[in-house]
């Protein structure tokens, strides 16, 4: 309805200044009144495209998404909250201060306001230095170059035998992820942990223990599974699970083809395989032997 008025506002505007009309004549000629209806028409298919674009950008949020957003409207609303109480305790004060009396009661309200906002001065104060701090320290961390995730060879129990499994199977442990997490919403449950170890051949009673353990919550995240089973560092977590979410198929097919060669009596990779994988592993040993000597000879010329 505000539309309508809108457009026949400007239409009616569009006849005054031809000196067709005056604006208290409400009526149209039938070229005006098609100049009218285009304009409603270009109106309404801009409100329509608005509409479809923010139920896309819903749709394309993840409850991950949601959730931040949802997070953020309360942030903010309760600093709104935060400054308007801020605002309130400073006008008592000022209207206290601004009159002079003698009353104790006035006098006792007037030192207890000024402390309130002498303490709430500092803990916005504490709270601004510590997110700096923060921040400092992840732009540290992101330039040094450290891993979301640290690798580690584990060496005995239940997980040892899932990650030396892993390890046979998959080029990295990312692939692990990818292959275990069948419907890929980037959580693992109960079942899929253990329909995913039944197929890499590991069915005994430790491994339905395994997945019980983990999924404590009913699922395993991403970061639990990378930081209970990585052999390898993982540098940037996100990026590297979704490159293999991208290559799922590649991974399906390589895993496949690695546990028929098992069932037929040979390795899971072939010896092309193996010898790229052992000669990765030299590389490693002799970057860690060069990097080692290196730092010694630092040290001594120092």
Known sequence: KSEVAKVFRLVNLDRKLLGHANSDIHELHFHEFLVFMSRLEESYTDRVVSQM???????????????????????????????????????????????????PTEVK??????????????????KEQKLLK????????????????????????????????????????????????????????????QRGFWRLGMRDE??????????????????????????????????????????????MRKVKERLEREKKGFNARSDEELMAKNFGHVMADSGNVLEGGFARQRQASV
């Open 206 to 251: 430790g491994t339905i223990k395994l997945g019980m353990m983990l999924a404590v919550g009913g699922s395993i995240s991403a970061l639990v599974f990378l930081r209970r089973f990585a052999w390898h560092d993982v540098k940037s977590m996100e990026k590297s699970l979704t490159a293999s979410q991208l290559k799922r198929a590649s991974i």
């Open 134 to 193: 923060a921040s400092t320290a992840a732009k540290e961390r992101e330039s040094q170059g450290h891993p979301d995730v640290k690798g580690h060879l584990l060496r005995e129990g239940s997980l040892a035998r899932a990650q030396a499994r892993l390890m046979e199977v998959f080029d990295t442990i990312e692939e692990a992820f990818v292959f275990v997490d069948t419907d890929g919403n980037g959580q693992i449950t109960k079942v899929e942990f």
């Open 109 to 126: 309200r007037i030192i207890q306001l000024q402390a309130l906002i002498r303490k709430r001065k500092q803990e916005h104060h504490s």
């Open 53 to 103: 674009e923010a139920a896309a950008n819903r749709a394309a949020q993840t409850p991950d998404d949601v959730a931040a957003t949802l997070i953020q409207k309360r942030a903010k609303g309760m600093a709104a909250r935060r400054a308007v109480k801020e605002m309130r305790l400073e006008k008592e004060l000022y209207d206290l201060q601004s009159k002079p009396t003698n009353n």
